[in-house]
């Protein structure tokens, strides 16, 4: 994660919003322009990733990215980045 890091100290990303979608994303990329999700600035972290991460399907990942967008706060972030230090110790949804 320390290239994202780097990232984040550039401006390019921050510690919360949806995760960068990968170039070969196309569907998840046309769904969140659909939505206004493209409009955030991606995150390290977000909502999707503490509801499911890469289990969810992408029309799902999209609806949590929307309610981000919608929700977006100070102490959202702070909640996302709580659960996402949980999940991290707990090691939920770690399959490998």
């Known amino acids: 994660e320390l290239p994202q890091l780097w990232s984040i100290l550039k401006g390019d990303m921050s510690f919360v919003g949806p995760r960068p979608a990968l170039f070969n994303q196309h569907d998840l990329i046309e769904l969140r322009t659909q939505q206004g999700v493209h409009t ?8 999707a ?4 991460r890469d289990e969810l399907p992408i ?3 999209v609806k949590l990215d929307v309610a981000y967008l919608r929700r977006q706060s100070l102490w959202f972030d702070i ?15 770690v399959s490998h």
Do not use: A, C, E, S
């Open 79 to 93: 909640r996302i980045l709580w659960l996402t230090f949980v999940k991290v110790l707990r090691r939920d949804g």
């Open 59 to 61: 029309p799902d990942k």
């Open 40 to 47: 955030l600035v991606p995150g390290l972290t977000g909502w």
């Open 49 to 52: 990733q503490v509801n499911g």
